[in-house]
């Protein structure tokens, strides 16, 4: 019933930056808390960022001063600023929207920081 849709993944060097969108069903941000989390083959899912319902907004240690998480209610749209990337930023981006009784997940967006 929840559905999320990933895009702007890509390749960027060090020090650069990119968006990434997540397209997301209407009317969810009201009941789920939406965030960003990434994996590499060698890690388990992480959390990267997150926005609650009211918009408070939580981050990592790893991503502060460097990435932002924002939303655009009506277009039901989350974003992740990503500034300043490093290498170790590479890995798959997901969206995930959290619930009390379950949590939905999208398809994924690689980003591949190297030079």
């Known amino acids: 019933q929840v559905q999320l849709v990933e895009s702007g993944g890509g390749l960027v060097q060090p020090g650069g930056s990119l968006r990434l969108s997540c397209a997301a069903s209407?009317?969810?941000?009201?009941?789920?808390?939406m965030g960003w989390y990434r994996q590499t083959p060698e890690k388990q899912r992480e959390l990267v960022a997150s926005?609650?319902?009211?918009?408070?907004?939580t981050y990592a240690n790893f991503v502060k001063g460097r990435f932002a998480i924002s939303r655009d209610v009506a277009k039901n749209m989350v974003f992740l600023q990503m500034n300043s990337v490093k290498p170790e930023d590479t890995a798959v981006y997901y969206c995930?929207?959290?619930?009390?009784?379950?949590?939905?997940w999208g398809q994924g967006t690689q980003v591949t920081v190297s030079s």
């Open positions: 995930k929207a959290d619930g009390r009784a379950r949590a939905y």
């Open positions: 209407p009317g969810i941000f009201s009941f789920y808390v």
């Open positions: 926005i609650s319902p009211g918009g408070t907004t």
